[in-house]
């Protein structure tokens, strides 16, 4: 988890990276981001081409573990579509019961 919170630029310099080359996803609640799920690359060598980093964030008020199962689904078929099928996470203690990988 980044702490503190990215900045509007560092966010905006996340999407321009990744959207591309991986996936960015985001949940918009009256045209605000309460939630964001992005892949990354895993290692910059070829042999880990085909494995990406993933992370999922939501506003503590929205922290509701369906909208993150409805986020992982979507990640993992974009990805899937780029040949990316190896997924890597890293989650804190208290959400590990959250997520149904």
């Known amino acids: 988890m980044e702490s503190p919170v ?3 630029q560092k966010f905006e310099e996340k999407v ?3 959207q591309e080359s991986h ?3 985001l949940i918009l609640m009256d045209q605000e981001i309460i939630g964001f799920a992005y ?3 895993f ?3 070829r042999a880990y081409q085909h494995s990406a980093n993933i992370a999922m964030y939501l506003l503590a008020e929205h922290d509701e573990w369906t909208l993150k199962n409805l986020l992982y689904p979507e990640l993992e078929s974009r990805l899937k579509a ?3 099928i190896n997924l890597l996470t890293c989650l ?3 959400q590990q019961n959250q997520i149904d990988f």
Do not use: D, F, G, Q
Request: hydrophobic content about 30%; aromatic content about 10%; proline content about 19%.
């Open 6 to 8: 990215p900045s509007n």
């Open 16 to 18: 321009t990276r990744y």
């Open 23 to 25: 996936a960015v996803l």
């Open 39 to 41: 892949a990354y690359p």
């Open 43 to 45: 290692s910059p060598r």
């Open 82 to 84: 780029k040949e990316i």
């Open 92 to 94: 804190p203690i208290h």
